[in-house]
């Protein structure tokens, strides 16, 4: 849900916004205010208290004062300002003349008064506060003045509003729902992942996360050899002249980790394509070979600001899942075709749905014009080619290229950027890469860049948060815990159990500690462990085992080569 597309609830919130502001004013008569839009999840405002720290405990406060507001029916009015009058309105606050004074002389200035509040905004708003009924405060941040830390923090109050109380009564579950599918603490729980202070933004993978990461990748690299693709590994750093050379020295630099090795200017790679375009360069190729597909699981750093990173959804290293195509120009709606049938197949294994959408040309981009407009042609001939819907989102290509960028939703309705295609005719004319025709000529190949994880970290972060923990059988660490009633009496069949799932392959363990048998059955569950495998008397001496699958209060007691039948037939494992 985005709130921002929905004209009647974006002007509902921020008018929210500005009623919360209203409250915080009179609670806290000092409070001065610096912006408070509409976000994609309700709306915030930036609030200066001088010393007055806000804690999560104080929002009830502050939305009783709402509500009294509200009941208060006070009129909305929107007030016209020239700049002169504006500055002469807001003279005794600094952060309403920074805003003036970034506006034109001639310029229209907009304010929004209700009773004593008046700020600046742009509108539009509802026209009584009594209109603003269901909203819920949210949480309390800090954010830097403009974003930036040299500025002073200010506290941030987040907060939603909707047309009635049902709508926000089922926001509220849902956010409770999301809270505890966070990845970040499902991650710590289930002993996937660790953030260091040591490496902020850098993720260790700890045992459990390595087996599902390895599970997914070896999906990665078996699917895409079956497709036909070539796998490399490229450097981590690598010099000035190949980033200025691929353009991101002048149109990237300040995301890049920069080091000097002898007296030389090096970088951290921030994108895998230079190393791609040095592979190809490499060989020797002829329109036979193509398209040529070469793709790299490949470790990337990012400098991302402190305040935005988040757990796996934004990280400073991170693997991508590259890989780099090339074709002939006949070849190329053919080629982004296959693509997006891999995408298909891929997503479709994780239960994934998504939308597509068309970036075009940005404002600051490389290459000639007459070869953006050919890109962005043969990418919606494609999409047309197999009846596949897309929006055009206008100026948000590459600084290379067009693109079509996959977004992903998952089962609490939320919409990922995951994937994505990019087709390039400008970094094979910059590395003079060629192939020989069928008339023996040099000519230059036409590029696609492409990822469908996006990013193996944040897409494992989407997976855990979509699945809550409970992945399927073949991307879950541990798979079948076997759990002796009393273990001194019921080991040995146990073990023999251990022994033969161990050797099919399967991921199983055994609990037999001196703890209650219940006490170990929760365990398992809150450990999200798909199956658990009951073992008493009666399974000893029937040669059973009595199968509990997580999330099912229910049994079922099976023989052993029964249950290792049912297994295998039901197991979908895509990496056999």
Sequence with gaps: MDIRKNEKLSILNHSCAHLMAHAVKRLYPEARFWVGPTIESGFYYDIDLNDKVIKDSDLPEIEKMMKKIAKEAKLIKRIELTKKEALEMFKDDPYKIDLINNMSDDEVISAYQQAEFIDLCRGPHVENTKMIKHFRLLKVSGAYFKGDSNNKMLQRIYGICFENEEDLTNYLHWLEEAKLRDHKKLGKELGLFMISE????????????????????????????????????TPIMLSKELWELSGHWDNYQENMYTSKVDDKDFAIKPMNCPGGMLVFKNGFFSYRDLPYRLGELGLVHRHEASGALNGLFRVRSFTQDDAHIFMRHDQIVDEIIDLISLVDEI?????????????????????????????????????????????????????????????????????????????????????????VDFEGNKVRPVMLHRAIFGSVERFIGILIEHYAGAFPLWLS???????????????????????????????????????KLGYRLREAQVNKIPIQLVIGDSEVENGTVNVREHGSKDSVSLSLDDFINNLEENYINPLK
């Design 198 to 233: 040591y490496g902020p933004g850098m993720p260790f993978w700890l045992p459990n996360g390595m087996i599902l990461r390895n599970a997914l990748e070896n999906y990665w690299y078996k699917i895409h050899a079956l497709k036909g693709y070539h796998f490399t590994k």
């Design 347 to 435: 997503y479709s294994l994780f239960n994934l749905s998504y939308s597509i959408e068309l970036s075009t040309r940005p404002e600051h981009f490389i290459g000639e014009i007459s070869d953006w407009d050919k890109s962005e042609d043969a990418l919606k001939e494609a999409m047309n080619r197999i009846n596949k819907p897309f929006r055009i989102n206008e100026g948000d290509g590459a600084f290379y290229g067009p693109k079509l960028d996959f977004h992903i939703r998952d089962s609490l309705n939320r919409v990922w950027q995951c994937g994505t295609i990019q087709l390039d005719m400008n970094l094979p004319e910059r590395f003079d890469l060629t192939y």
């Design 477 to 515: 660490p541990k798979q079948i815990m076997i759990i002796p009633v009393h273990p001194e009496l019921h080991n040995d069949y146990a073990s023999k159990v251990l022994d033969r799932l161990s050797h099919l392959g399967y991921r199983v363990f055994l609990d037999s500690r001196n703890e």
